[in-house]
């Protein structure tokens, strides 16, 4: 059973919910499932708490956090089994081993972070000043696929800004997140962070959390359709948002790669987590002249790539993380499969299982180059001229992030910055890091994380003149 954490306090509920696992159907444990009252006692909570904590100069802020990463670090074992036990995941790698280091990386950096006082004038005129000062208490909703990472992202920021948290994970996943609020709450004051659990089907949390009068701020990860309502609901007590949604990425390859020596950063831009990240290769547009040698280089690698339980050291990837998910994309290739040419995989597996899967010979405007798949499946894409595969990658409603694969790395970088996109990379994807800003244009988000830029949207601006 794991509990919500309210005020510092584990809270059992009666209402509980399952949480199984992809790889095997089993349930691995129960979480609470929490009311509308326990939000209203979690942010009563963190708003008692926000009083002292914004109180305390940064340096002792930086120190919380710097003891908040020594007891993720500790605990990243832990955490990385409750992981994979509950997304099905590989363990090993990139799998949940890579997710705890890199979120281990991530606090660590943040912990560096600092927002100083920044004098604008200071002459016979005057002073003015421009202080950066914490909002209050943040809702965080984070999703399913890097739960904890995610929530690193989240909480860091907020705390070293003197903010308080409350923290709602998806129904899906929630477990590892309840523990790793456990474990923070070891060495913080009591209310700076307290988390909420809830299977969604009676009590919609997150709806609550956008509309409470006392969330000062929701920092939101997930999927666009959703993200416009939080943005509706939170508009009603002006809340400061931000959301990184979901992206249709493109990546574009020219004429002069070698399509060998591409296929293995291209496989893994488009399938890392089975292709259950925002930011992944989501359709690949491929010049004429080196079409086939890339659709056969792509294949030779996919081959390698062993697919099973998480917890086998053999699985380079696991099930996909639940039946909706699973059945969008059985959707989208059984769709796609009428249109295009098979080159691997195509049918769904036992289970949650779906095996790598990338089709050819497909266009703009079907479904599984046009939606945001989010899972084991590449369209590939035929263009001869350069400028319109950068037109056909802008056409779309999204924005988060696009790669340009080529030898020439000036003629590259130059195409990048055309990209409609808030990440644009050179022969990889999906490259983010903690000391560079990112977030999404266009429908894939509003607001940054990471970074200074992050930082300063958990703080709003008060300019003293004196």
């Known amino acids: 059973m794991y509990n919500l954490v309210i005020g510092g306090q584990a809270v059992s509920t009666a209402s509980r919910f399952p949480v199984m696992n992809p790889a095997s159907g089993e349930v691995v444990a129960e979480a609470s499932n929490a009311s509308a009252e326990d939000l209203d006692r979690a942010v009563a909570a963190a708003a008692a708490a926000f009083r002292e904590l914004s109180a305390r100069p940064e340096d002792e802020r930086r120190k919380l956090c710097e003891a908040m990463a020594d007891k993720l670090e500790q605990h990243a074992e832990e955490l990385a089994q409750l992981l994979t036990r509950e997304r099905g995941n590989r363990l090993t790698g990139l799998g949940s081993r890579g997710e705890l280091g890199a979120a281990v990386a991530w606090a660590r950096h943040t912990c560096t972070l600092s927002l100083p006082v920044k004098t604008i004038q200071s002459d016979n005129r005057g002073t003015v000043e421009l202080h950066r000062?914490?909002?209050?208490?943040?809702?965080?909703?984070?999703?399913?696929?890097?739960?904890?990472?995610?929530a690193v992202w989240h909480v860091f920021p907020a705390v070293l800004t003197g903010n308080t948290v409350v923290i709602k994970p998806s129904p899906y996943t929630p477990l590892a997140t309840l523990r790793f609020v456990e474990l923070m709450n070891e060495v913080l004051p009591p209310?700076?962070?307290?988390?909420?659990?809830?299977?969604?089907?009676?009590?919609?949390?997150?709806?609550?959390?956008?509309?409470?009068?006392?969330?000062?701020?929701?920092?939101?990860?997930?999927?666009?359709?959703?993200?416009?309502?939080?943005?509706?609901?939170a508009s009603a007590t002006m809340k400061r948002l931000t959301l990184e949604l979901g992206g249709n990425d493109a990546g574009i390859v020219l004429p002069d790669v070698d399509p060998k020596a591409i296929a293995e950063g291209v496989f893994w831009g488009a399938f890392i987590n089975n292709g259950q990240t925002c930011a992944?290769?989501?359709?690949?547009?491929?010049?004429?002249?080196?079409?086939?040698?890339?659709?056969?280089?792509?294949v030779n690698y996919a081959?390698?790539?062993?697919v099973g339980d998480g917890t086998d050291e053999a699985s380079a990837l696991g099930p996909m993380q639940n039946r909706m998910q699973f059945d969008k994309v059985a959707r989208l290739v059984a769709d796609a499969r009428t249109r295009g040419r098979v080159l691997i995989g195509g049918e769904p597996g036992?289970?949650?299982?779906?095996?790598?899967?990338?089709i050819a010979d497909l266009d703009?405007?079907?479904?599984?180059?046009?939606?945001?798949q989010f899972?084991?499946?590449?369209?590939?894409?035929?263009?001869?001229?350069?400028?319109?595969?950068?037109?056909?990658?802008?056409?779309?409603?999204?924005?988060?992030?696009?790669?340009?694969?080529?030898?020439?790395?000036?003629?590259?970088?130059?195409?990048?910055?055309?990209?409609?996109?808030?990440?644009?990379?050179?022969?990889?994807?999906?490259?983010?890091?903690?000391?560079?800003?990112?977030?999404g244009v266009k429908g894939s988000?509003?607001?940054?994380?990471?970074?200074?830029?992050?930082?300063?949207?958990y703080t709003d601006i008060q300019v003293l003149s004196y």
């Open 133 to 150: 000062k914490p909002l209050g208490v943040v809702g965080s909703i984070t999703p399913w696929n890097f739960p904890i990472l995610i």
């Open 191 to 233: 209310g700076v962070m307290n988390s909420l659990s809830g299977d969604d089907r009676g009590t919609n949390l997150g709806a609550l959390m956008s509309a409470h009068p006392d969330i000062r701020k929701i920092v939101f990860t997930g999927s666009s359709e959703t993200g416009k309502k939080v943005a509706a609901s």
């Open 280 to 298: 992944a290769i989501k359709r690949l547009y491929v010049h004429d002249d080196v079409y086939d040698a890339v659709c056969e280089e792509l």
């Open 303 to 306: 081959r390698t790539v062993s």
């Open 350 to 358: 036992e289970g949650l299982f779906f095996p790598p899967t990338i």
């Open 364 to 372: 703009d405007g079907m479904p599984l180059v046009d939606e945001e």
């Open 375 to 439: 899972g084991p499946a590449l369209p590939i894409i035929r263009y001869r001229d350069v400028d319109d595969a950068i037109a056909r990658a802008n056409n779309s409603p999204w924005g988060l992030g696009g790669s340009i694969w080529a030898k020439d790395i000036d003629r590259a970088r130059g195409l990048a910055l055309r990209l409609e996109t808030g990440s644009a990379w050179v022969n990889k994807h999906v490259a983010i890091q903690p000391d560079a800003p990112f977030g």
């Open 445 to 457: 988000g509003l607001g940054t994380e990471f970074g200074e830029e992050g930082l300063q949207e």
